[in-house]
């Protein structure tokens, strides 16, 4: 089992590389001028007043951007895309590339059970997002963090982003619960990119399969969001369990803890036992 | 033109679902636009009371971003972020799938030289993305049309549309090098994102940040809405650069592509 994992480890190993460097490179040149635009509230601004909620929703910008809050959710809209995508496409490629690299008989007739094998698979999958993951968090101290406590407009701003946002709790805090939200999220798309693909049967389609469901939640999240009245519809997208303007505002929701808990073991458990009667080809 | 025709063959499916959703997702904000309009007009009307217009209590001639087309193009602008997905997407495919599905050798043994398959291969691709382009472009066209209060000038729209064009082709250019420089790629619809969006994200911070030195870095800065809205006409220098850097990737790919050594299955 741990062959296999390291094996997962190695084959992604230059993608992951990729990833990390851009989502790193993305992050740093985000916060590292931040002072430039909280000192500058932006002309453009009033072209986003001007649009529908649902459209402000969408391009991450309810909030003022010119306050650290406004602007990490915009940007951490942004990136959680990206992050999402990239967790949705690994769970997908997982599965999918020892039928499409027709490597799959070869690593079937190993004395190991498949659900030892998809185990293996997840749980490589796992160390990658999480890494990913590790990634955005240094990123976010290296520039955010001194950012925020460089000058006096910033602190003014920082108080006025609380206001709007009624926070309950400490900015600092509120963006490591951000982070960690961001990787549980990110884990149930890997862990839905796995099952999906284990339960399709063409695998030359998954990836873009994945690709459009985290599309979907993205389109479904924005609803929500915008309309602020159908909350419930929101456990049906990932996008906002975790959703950093929720998370800065009151922190981790205990219920969808619960609920992503659920989803990534009963999410495991049902992709080992379709691998178990797939059909491998 | 056989290679031409299987190229456009195999990519028809997929073709027409980015089709579809690019139309959908550009038709599904339009109905928003009356309600902007709402919102602009009594904007207008509550500077009016103090006695200012729109450029005054904003600085620059922001007029122009108020109108339909200035509506158009913020959204344009999203529609632009997914078809450059699918440009790259498919810059990378016409390349790589072929080691992917272990075809390379069955096609290079062919009677034909490696230029002319990779001159149809790319071909086929410019078909493909012109055909999206147009379907795309004349829903936008009509939409706007009726969902518009104001008129607005057809031949800025066209330019507007342009941007378009010349992005999926930079994108698309840049897809078909980066494949026939990493010999081994498999996935191409993640690799597309990736790039496409550290492009995107890199443009919008340079726009809030007002950070000169990125813009170099991003083609949605080369071909810009906003800089059409305000001018009516491309940044000469930019869309220089963006051309030139497009003819050099599909230069470069044909002299990569050409020499790279492929394995038999």
Known sequence: ?281 | MNVLIQEIKQYRKGLLAWIVGLTLGAFMFMPFLPAFADNVSSMKEFLAGMGLSLTEAIGIDFEVFFGPLGYFNYIYSFIILAAGIQALALGLRIIALETRFKTADFLLTKPKSRSSIYLQKVAAGLISLLVTQAIVNLVCLISLKAFAVESFSLQNFLLLVSTLSFMQFFLYALGILVAALAPKLKQTIGVAIGITMLFYVLYVVANLTKEELYNWFTPFKYFEGNYILIHQAYDASFLALGVALTVVFLVAGLVVYRRRDVHSV
């Not at chain 1, 695998?203 to 994945?210: E, G, L, Q, V």
Request: hydrophobic share 60%; charged share 10%.
């Open chain 1, 1 to 281: 089992m741990f062959a296999i994992f390291k094996r997962e480890m190695r084959a992604h190993v230059k993608s992951l590389f990729f990833w990390a460097v851009g989502i790193f490179f993305l992050i740093f040149i985000s916060f590292i001028k931040f002072e430039s635009i909280a000192t500058t509230p932006e002309a453009s601004d009033a072209m986003v007043d001007m649009m529908p909620q649902i459209i402000q929703v969408m391009f991450g910008m309810a909030m003022p951007l010119y306050t650290p809050q406004g602007y990490f959710i915009m940007i951490l809209l942004w990136i959680g895309l990206a992050v999402f995508l990239h967790a949705a496409l690994l769970g997908a490629s997982l599965i999918s590339k020892e039928q499409q690299d027709k490597t799959a008989d070869f690593l079937l007739v190993r004395p190991l059970r498949r659900e030892k094998i998809v185990l293996a698979k997840a749980l490589a999958g796992i160390a990658q997002v999480v890494m990913l993951n590790a990634v955005i968090w240094l990123a976010v101290q290296v520039s955010l963090l001194p950012a925020l406590t460089g000058s006096s407009t910033v602190s003014a701003v920082i108080e006025t982003g609380a206001l709007a946002l009624g926070s309950t709790i400490d900015l600092e805090q509120g963006i490591y619960l951000a982070l960690a939200g961001l990787l549980l999220t990110q884990v149930i798309y890997l862990v839905l990119g796995m099952l999906g693909a284990t339960a399709s049967r063409s695998p030359r389609h998954t990836a873009a399969y994945a690709a459009i469901f985290v599309l979907l939640g993205y389109l479904l999240y924005s609803v929500v969001a915008a309309s602020g009245e159908v909350d419930f519809l929101g456990v049906l997208t990932p996008f906002w369990y975790f959703f950093s303007q929720r998370v800065l505002t009151d922190g981790l929701s205990a219920a969808y803890l619960g609920l992503s808990a659920v989803i990534v073991i009963v999410g495991i458990y049902a992709a080992c036992a379709l691998y178990r009667r797939r059909d491998v080809v």
